[in-house]
């Protein structure tokens, strides 16, 4: 089965400070997405990454706050911008591959503490 | 818009012992997946099994089975002879059957007692 790699797996950060995470995955994927679970909590849905062009955002989440980038099938970044306290949460991506049967696959979390 | 509930925050079983794990959803979707995800200590978050809307047939994987009840909008999930290592949060979700978008529930934490 493929593997689904993030980078770090976690980080102390300065608040007003911004920090980017990253997805790799060891395969070719159609879809790559940008999951939220803050402390306690389910998970939520940031944004659809989308290969070559903008990423598509969820009610709640502006680009200027979570830039995302897709450059290729198998890589994606997630920048978490001038953070605050409350940006204290696991960052997820997941992904989905072609003919994957509608099945996400997660990788293992960024935990991120802001200060 | 689509809305999952777990109504069980807690719950615990003895080791060797089955556990029911309750979800409901609501949409106005016909067609659909639902998925159950575990979600132990180390984050990572694992597909345990999957339900397609349109298949009468629930859907089991080796100690897991659910129960997909469509009129009720209800969808457990069953373990079976319950080992430690099934201790973990887990999580109800759906998807659209043309969309890409997983809603969550608010998760069950499991304890499996030796």
């Known amino acids: 089965s493929a593997v689904i790699s993030q980078k770090p797996s976690r980080d102390i950060c300065q608040r007003g400070t911004s920090l980017t995470i990253q997805c790799q995955v060891d395969?070719?994927?159609?879809?790559m997405f940008w999951y939220r679970q803050q402390p306690g909590q389910s998970l939520t849905l940031i944004a659809t990454?989308?290969?070559?062009?903008?990423?598509?955002?969820e009610s709640g989440f502006v680009i200027d706050k979570f830039p995302i980038s897709r450059p290729n099938l198998t890589f994606s970044t997630l920048t978490v911008s001038n953070m605050s306290p409350e940006d204290s949460s696991i960052y997820l991506c997941s992904v989905e591959w072609a003919g994957g049967e509608d099945e996400q696959y997660f990788g293992p979390g960024t935990r991120l503490t802001v200060t | 818009a689509q809305t999952v509930t777990q109504s069980q925050p807690e719950m615990s079983v003895q080791e060797a012992e089955t556990v029911t794990l309750s979800c409901t959803y609501d949409t106005s979707e016909s067609n659909y997946y639902l998925f159950w995800y575990k979600q132990p200590p180390s984050r990572q978050m694992i597909l345990v099994i999957r339900q397609e809307a349109y298949k009468q047939q629930n859907a089991t994987e080796n100690r897991f089975s659910v129960n997909f009840q469509k009129a009720a909008k209800s969808f457990s999930l069953k373990i079976s002879d319950s080992q430690l290592g099934d201790t973990a949060m887990y999580f109800c979700a759906f998807m659209k059957l043309a969309g890409n978008m997983l809603t969550f529930g608010g998760g069950t934490r499991l304890m499996v007692k030796p």
């Open positions: 395969s070719q994927v159609t879809m």
């Open positions: 990454a989308n290969q070559g062009s903008e990423a598509t955002y």
